[in-house]
């Protein structure tokens, strides 16, 4: 598996633990003139539970790759290009994957900034930190969970 620093999203980052809603989470990639990224070859944005999911409820996690033209990624007014299906809290141990998919690319008008966007419902997770990335080699293996982080 191939990851870069610059397409990374997320890096062991704490979910937001406010309650029911939509949270822009971890950082923008600016492709700024390079919206063609990705073309003619395969990219994938690969999710990862880092740190187990916690909620004091029965809370469910749905993350969107999302693309803006500020680069704090309007939590509400970005463009949503890919979602995860919705994970309970329960299915959410340090290793878990979340989303594999490839990015895409064509004929989606992506804005300057991709960013990922947390959406909490059900009730508040009360802890839990995500790693996000591209990647054009997707890994397969299943990372348990006394070996996140590592």
Not at 24 to 34: E, K, S
Request: glycine content about 10%.
């Amino acid at each position: 598996m191939i990851t870069d620093k610059l397409t990374t999203l997320c890096r062991a980052v704490a979910l937001n633990t406010g309650g029911a809603g939509s949270y822009v989470i971890g950082d923008a990639i600016d492709i700024g003139d390079l919206r063609d990224i990705g073309q003619g070859t395969d990219l994938y944005l690969v999710v990862t539970v880092e740190t187990t999911l916690t909620s004091g409820g029965s809370a469910t996690l749905q993350i969107a790759l999302t693309s803006d033209d500020a680069a704090a990624n309007h939590a509400t007014t970005s463009t949503v290009h890919a979602t995860s299906a919705v994970m309970a809290v329960a299915d959410g141990a340090a290793g878990a994957s979340i989303l594999t998919t490839t990015i895409p690319w064509e004929g989606a008008a992506y804005e300057r900034y991709l960013g990922i966007r947390q959406i909490t419902a059900g009730a508040a997770f009360t802890a839990g930190k995500i790693n996000a990335y591209l990647t054009p080699t997707p890994s397969s293996k299943r990372v348990y969970a006394e070996y996140a982080g590592l």
